[in-house]
């Protein structure tokens, strides 16, 4: 099953904050674990947090302290709060499942990715 996030561009301000929905029907999320990434143009994707299967948490050093994921069984969607966001949060964020939270260090193992949500921080 493929994860979704919902497409379009959200613009926020800076300090400002979102939730970005990953959903992830069909998929038993006790047996997998969901991270999220970002993109910028002429970068590399980034991983940005991970859920473990067990509900451990994971954060990228550049978004400790002010993102979160949060997973809720009960309607198969993983959250992604973002919270103080700054100029450098503008990226391409994607979603995806995979058995383990090692594979965020590695984009490249990942096959199983949501379409890109453009996320925006500008005045």
């Known amino acids: 099953q493929v994860p979704v996030v919902e497409s379009g561009e959200r613009l926020v301000h800076p300090g400002g904050s979102l939730r970005l929905p990953c959903t992830t029907s069909?998929?038993?999320?006790?047996?997998?674990?969901v991270g999220w990434f970002r993109q910028v143009p002429g970068k590399e994707r980034e991983g940005v947090s991970c859920?473990?299967?067990?509900?451990?948490?994971f954060y990228g050093d550049s978004v400790k302290g002010r993102f979160t994921t949060i997973k809720h069984k009960a309607n198969a969607t993983v959250y992604l709060h973002m919270t103080s966001l700054k100029s450098e949060d503008t990226a391409l964020y994607y979603c995806?499942?995979?058995?383990?939270?090692?594979?965020?260090?590695?984009?490249?193992?990942?096959?199983?990715w949501s379409q890109g949500t453009q996320v925006t921080v500008s005045l």
């Open positions: 995806a499942t995979f058995v383990s939270c090692t594979m965020i260090d590695d984009p490249s193992l990942v096959d199983n």
């Open positions: 859920i473990t299967r067990n509900n451990d948490a």
């Open positions: 069909g998929l038993n999320l006790d047996y997998y674990a």
